[in-house]
């Protein structure tokens, strides 16, 4: 694959579109940007009440991704003295008040009413708004962090924390803040190149620190399979994640409002699968091979990869599981029918006299779906595996998880939104991060990132039509390991650090960033906690 790269659109331009389009927010019951204990919009860009007027007006607190809204107030701010403590005024938010109270070095003192100097998490009382969304409330030497779920009020303690690192300080005055997209994380391909269960827990801290919440984790390819299996253990590799470490890695993704979604690609990238299981592999008139294909007009085909697909949706407790479905091989030669006529007449049989072989394929995915589904799953595929004008149509509940434009028959992004489908940006021009940069593949910059994509910009440089934006739900920077031993794991995390920083910044809030790149590097520097 060896695409041509589309002209570049100025930053500019793409930041425009994203101010002009992604400006709705949703916010918690009562606390929305037009109101403060009733005041208007106009009335909060003056001071809050406070004890002296001595102080200046509060600035924004920093943070990455940054904050939304700031209301300044004149006040010195907080920061942790001796005897601070973080209290939690829900049973629910205990362990998120623990965790804040052991990062700061202060105590956590339970479900206490707060005192002068205290952090107090809170639940909101009507409970209704995004549940990612948050208030930051810093008055009178105390904080006070609410939202409508846990995962908002964990997100304000990031805030907090971050903010002190910045300029030891948490400014005076009101945050309100909440998320653009519901997606927003990092796509890892563990089955290429092995990662170490510590290495893939400090990326989780990270990325909750960044506020991101999805992490997928692509763990079965052509190169090996590596997780454990209880029910396959002849397909999984020699270097691989136990069950055991996958649960410890689970946990704590729980713990920082992380989902994991794992991913089992098929009917291609089977190759590992398909060395212990030959009988299943897809090979041609001549009996020649295609790598990575199963057999999907075998009954036995469907048998394994069912099986998997359950052991695994059981062993992922996130809401989400990935089933593939690109690059199948059968459809990449020049006569698809005459190559596999077994494929052509399996077609036939299961689809009509005029169902084709991309047909089998489609309905392939549908019936992997179908399993994900019966797990309680929302199932998620490539978009290279959704096709159109056949016989068989890809079920419309199937997320799309739009990676390329550069495919046989490539579709523009248009295709699946104008469907009315749920798209996931994973950009292949801005969000691949491809070990040995294969196939005119460079490592992408935070810099380019941060200063011209957008959820918007799913297919090479230029965003799609506005009106698509409740379909387009967030997005996901992706590591693959073509070549897995370009770069160790230390160089991996150093190499992905900045994108996945602009990343954050970019699905928290799309319009154009207030700090310039520099500006930005320096304050991710600075607020880092892996330091």
Known sequence: ?????????????????????????????????????????????SASPSPTRSYPLSTTPQSVPAVREHTAARGPGWKPAKDSAVVAADPELADEAKLLAGELKIGYRGEKSPRSGDVELALAASGKGDPESYTLKAEDNRVTISGPGQAGVFYGTRTLKQSLKADSTVPEGVVRDTPDRPQRGLNLDIARKHYSADWIEDRL????????????????????????????????SEEHLTKAEVRRILKLAQ??????????????????????????????????????????????????????????AELFPGDWFHVGADEYQALTVSDPAASY???????????????????????????????????????????????????????????????????????????????????????????????????????????????????????????????????ILGGRFAVWGDFPNAQTQTQVAQGIRMPLNAVSQKLWDPREPKLTWAQFTALADKVDSSD
């Open 1 to 45: 694959m060896s695409p041509s790269r589309a002209p570049l659109v100025a930053g500019a331009a793409v930041a425009v579109a994203a101010a002009v389009t992604l400006t709705v927010v949703v916010w918690p019951e009562g606390s929305g940007p037009g109101t403060q204990n009733g005041a208007s919009a106009s009335a909060r860009t």
């Open 205 to 236: 801290r990270e990325m909750a620190d960044l506020k991101l919440n999805q992490l997928g984790l692509h763990f079965s390819d052509d190169q090996a399979f590596r997780i454990e299996s209880d029910l396959h253990p002849e397909v999984v």
């Open 255 to 312: 713990s920082l409002h992380i989902t994991v979604v794992g991913e089992i690609d098929s009917p291609g990238h089977l190759g590992a699968v398909l060395r212990v299981h030959p009988d299943l592999q897809l090979r041609n008139t001549q009996g020649v091979a295609r790598e990575g294909a199963i057999d999907i007009s075998k009954p036995e085909a469907a048998k394994i990869v069912d099986d998997l697909l359950k052991e695994y």
């Open 341 to 471: 006529p077994q494929l052509a007449s399996a077609a036939r049989e299961k689809y009509g006299d005029d169902a084709t072989i991309q047909d089998l394929a489609e309905g392939w995915l549908n019936d992997r779906a179908a399993v994900i589904r019966k797990a309680e799953k929302i199932p998620k595929a490539w978009n290279d595996g959704f096709f159109s004008g056949g016989t068989v149509t890809a079920d419309k509940g199937i997320e799309v998880e739009y990676w390329t434009g550069k495919e046989i028959g490539a579709r523009p992004p248009q295709d699946y939104l104008a469907e009315g489908r749920k798209v996931v940006n994973l950009n292949d021009e801005y969000l691949y991060y491809v070990l040995g940069e294969p196939n005119d593949f460079t490592y992408p910059t935070g810099k380019r990132i941060y200063e011209q994509w957008t959820p918007f910009v799913l297919r090479g440089t230029e965003p799609v039509a506005e009106r698509y934006s409740k379909q």
